[in-house]
């Protein structure tokens, strides 16, 4: 990778930062500000990590849920800009991180199973892929491929 590329726990000055970007990359699925302020509020369960370039601009961010041994990734994304240069690798080995770091021992995922690029960065990173659940996306129109990967103790 050319670009330094530094995680951070996001905070809320970036929301602004990847408003713009949210329709573009999650469609139907994009989410408020609104949406990630109370993720981002909800530090209990929730850990959420923006990646930046030497500048400060925005590169990518993603997050985690961890409920009791249980994980869930609640998004990731990488600003089209970035693509291709391990941004969307690195959120994910954090967010993993941090999920062991809670305790998780099993992380879930869904993912739309026309999205190559995440499915093969799941596949690439250990994710199984345990089914799918039908018309999960777009009102019922995309189905969703169902991940899981175990997490070391
Ligand atoms: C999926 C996404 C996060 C990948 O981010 P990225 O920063 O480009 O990914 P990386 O550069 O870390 O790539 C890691 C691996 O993923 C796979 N991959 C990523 N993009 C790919 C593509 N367009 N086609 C095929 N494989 C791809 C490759 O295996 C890649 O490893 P390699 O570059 O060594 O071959 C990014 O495409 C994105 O933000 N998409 C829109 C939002 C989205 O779909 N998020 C996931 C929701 S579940």
């Known amino acids: 990778m050319s670009t330094t590329v530094t995680l951070v726990?996001?905070?809320r000055a970036h929301i602004d930062l990847l408003l713009p970007h949210e329709r573009e990359m999650f469609g139907t699925e994009a989410w408020s500000a609104s949406s990630y302020r109370a993720e981002l509020a909800d530090t209990r369960l929730r850990h959420y990590v923006a990646a930046e370039d030497a500048t400060g601009a925005?590169?990518?961010?993603?997050?985690?849920m961890v409920v009791a041994e249980?994980?869930?990734?609640?998004?990731v994304?990488?600003?089209?800009?970035?693509?291709r240069r391990g941004v969307g690798?690195?959120?994910?080995?954090?967010?993993?991180a941090e999920a062991v770091r809670r305790g998780a021992t099993e992380v879930f995922l869904?993912?739309?199973?026309?999205?190559?690029?995440?499915l093969a960065l799941?596949?690439?990173?250990?994710?199984?892929?345990?089914?799918?659940?039908r018309g999960y996306?777009?009102?019922?129109?995309?189905?969703a491929v169902t991940m899981r990967k175990e997490l070391p103790a």
């Open 9 to 11: 726990p996001m905070t």
């Open 58 to 64: 925005l590169l990518g961010w993603g997050g985690v």
């Open 70 to 75: 249980s994980a869930e990734i609640l998004t």
């Open 77 to 83: 994304g990488t600003v089209p800009a970035a693509r």
């Open 89 to 96: 690798r690195l959120l994910l080995t954090a967010l993993l």
């Open 110 to 118: 869904e993912v739309r199973v026309d999205n190559d690029a995440a």
């Open 122 to 133: 799941y596949d690439g990173e250990g994710f199984a892929r345990l089914g799918v659940r």
């Open 137 to 143: 996306y777009d009102a019922g129109r995309v189905d």
